[in-house]
T-cell receptor, first 112, second 112 residues
Framework: KAGVTQTPRYLIKTRGQQVTLSCSPI?????VSWYQQTPGQGLQFLFE???????NKGNFPGRFSGRQFSNSRSEMNVSTLELGDSALYLC???????????FGSGTRLTVV | GESVGLHLPTLSVQEGDNSIINCAYS??????FIWYKQESGKGPQFIID?????DKRQGQRVTVLLNKTVKHLSLQIAATQPGDSAVYFC???????????FGQGTRLTINP
C-alpha cells in the first residue's frame, strides 16, 4: 500500500512569505503528526491531529499552524517565514490508538 | 523535563561486527520507545519498538534493550552491513500523549 506522501518535496521561499505543506497519510491512518528537523535542534514535534482535531501541540510560535480534513489528509502552514524556519518538515501517520508512526520523506523548506 | 539523548553522535564499525547504539531518556512517564533509521534524503524508518513493560525485544538482526531503572535504551545490530549506514534515532512516547520525543541521533558508519 502507498506510504505517507508529502508535497512538495522541495520549496524555496522568501522571508516574510507564508507556506503551506501537504501530507496524505496511509489509508486507514487517522492520526497525523508533524515534525520539524534541523541540524541544530534535531527532530521536534509540531502538532498532532486526529479526526480533524488537534490533540497535541509542541512548543512552536503561533506562526505554525495546521489542520486535518475529513479524509485525514493534513496541511501545515507557516506564516511570516523566518530564516530559522528552514528545515525538513516531516509528516507521520498512525492507526488509531497506535504509536507506530510511519513517516513520509518530508518537505525540504529553504527560506532565503 | 522531557528529553531523549544519545550518548554518541557518531559510531564507526567494521562490516560484519555487531553495533550497539545507546540512548538515555529522562521522562519516567514514557511507556513506549522506538528506534528509527534515517538515510540521507529520506524520512525516519521504523526499526523496532518496545513497551515499558518489557526489557528486551528482538527483530531481524536487531535487538532493543530497555533498562527502566537507569532510563537507558539500546539498539543492537548484529552483523552490520553497508546498508545499515544511516543516522539512528531513539524516540519515546509519554503515556497517553500522541507525541514522540526524539534523541539527537547517532550516525553509524560501516567500514569495509
Amino acid at each position: 500500500k502507498a506510504g505517507v506522501t508529502q508535497t512538495p518535496r522541495y520549496l524555496i521561499k522568501t522571508r516574510g512569505q507564508q507556506v503551506t505543506l501537504s501530507c496524505s497519510p496511509i489509508s486507514g491512518h487517522r492520526s497525523v503528526s508533524w515534525y520539524q528537523q534541523t541540524p541544530g535542534q534535531g527532530l521536534q514535534f509540531l502538532f498532532e491531529y486526529f479526526s480533524e482535531t488537534q490533540r497535541n501541540k509542541g512548543n512552536f510560535p503561533g506562526r505554525f499552524s495546521g489542520r486535518q480534513f475529513s479524509n485525514s489528509r493534513s496541511e501545515m502552514n507557516v506564516s511570516t517565514l523566518e530564516l530559522g524556519d528552514s528545515a525538513l518538515y516531516l509528516c507521520a501517520s498512525s492507526l488509531p490508538g497506535s504509536y507506530g508512526y510511519t513517516f513520509g520523506s518530508g518537505t525540504r523548506l529553504t527560506v532565503v | 523535563g522531557e528529553s531523549v539523548g544519545l550518548h554518541l553522535p557518531t559510531l564507526s564499525v567494521q562490516e560484519g561486527d555487531n553495533s550497539i547504539i545507546n540512548c538515555a531518556y529522562s521522562n519516567s512517564a514514557s511507556d513506549y520507545f522506538i528506534w528509527y533509521k534515517q538515510e540521507s534524503g529520506k524520512g525516519p524508518q521504523f526499526i523496532i519498538d518496545i513497551r515499558s513493560n518489557m526489557d528486551k525485544r528482538q527483530g531481524q538482526r536487531v535487538t532493543v534493550l530497555l533498562n527502566k531503572t537507569v532510563k537507558h535504551l539500546s539498539l543492537q545490530i548484529a552483523a552490520t552491513q553497508p546498508g545499515d549506514s544511516a543516522v539512528y534515532f531513539c524516540a519515546e512516547n509519554e503515556q497517553g500523549a500522541q507525541k514522540l520525543v526524539f534523541g539527537q541521533g547517532t550516525r553509524l558508519t560501516i567500514n569495509p
